[in-house]
């Protein structure tokens, strides 16, 4: 089957940085995407990875390890504004499927 | 370039109605996927259609049912509405679509169209 885990719930400080872990259990594997959603918007594509190691886009980096199943966002400098629900989704090239896990709501307070 | 939209963006209905939905995609995307989002369930896979045919399908029951036209435009439908259909629903287009193997391409989500069902 397929199964995703990634916390319900963290809270940081503003101007610290923050780790939301996901890991995922799919078969045929075929990328992994990081998705933000603020409350009552669409989600906006943030990173995709598809192989191991780190991609850096500005205050975000994403990490991905296909052999341990298990994938980070990292949000450094963190912003008032950072405070959303982030989705981690991992598309499985067997079943042709986009799935999503919960979602981690982080909360960054001052 | 416009993004997805999405109409209507509110609904309230009641338990055995009908209810459709529409979904422009992203101009030149041929691709359009829908989901679910519930508080309880996250983000849920309903179904995509790709040049008008549909390609993949989560698992919902039969009542869920959708089509997409020539021009991409995409609309589902849920008949015989349950109170627990209430959620929002989701649309995302992507210019090459998510099945069959082939390599990903984003998905742009619109933003949703909130359901309620009394």
């Known amino acids: 089957g397929q199964n995703i885990d990634q916390p319900t719930e963290m809270t940081a400080t503003e101007g610290a940085i923050v780790q939301i872990n996901c890991t995922y259990q799919t078969s045929g594997f075929n990328g992994l995407f990081w998705y933000q959603q603020h409350a009552g918007e669409a989600p906006t594509f943030l990173s995709y990875n598809v192989l191991d190691g780190l991609e850096e886009k500005g205050r975000f980096s994403s990490f991905l390890s296909r052999s341990k199943g298990y994938s980070y966002l990292l949000l450094k400098e963190l912003q008032m504004k950072d405070s959303a629900s982030y989705l981690c989704a991992v598309f499985s090239g067997n079943t042709g499927k986009l799935i999503f896990g919960q979602g981690t709501t982080l909360q960054v307070k001052p | 370039k416009a993004g997805v939209t999405q109409t209507p963006r509110y609904l309230i209905k009641t338990r055995g109605q009908q209810v459709t939905l529409s979904c422009s995609p992203i101009s030149g995307h041929r691709s359009v996927s829908w989901y679910q989002q519930t508080p309880g369930q996250g983000l849920q896979f309903l179904f995509e259609y790709f040049s008008e045919t549909q390609r993949n399908k989560g698992n919902f029951p039969g009542r869920f049912s959708g089509r997409q036209f020539s021009n991409s435009r995409s609309e589902m439908n849920v008949s015989t509405l349950e109170l627990g259909d209430s959620a929002l629903y989701l649309c995302?287009?992507?210019?090459?679509?998510?099945?069959?193997?082939?390599?990903?391409?984003?998905?742009?989500f619109g933003p949703g169209t909130r359901l309620t069902v009394l």
């Open positions: 995302a287009s992507s210019s090459a679509g998510t099945s069959g193997g082939s390599s990903y391409n984003e998905q742009f």
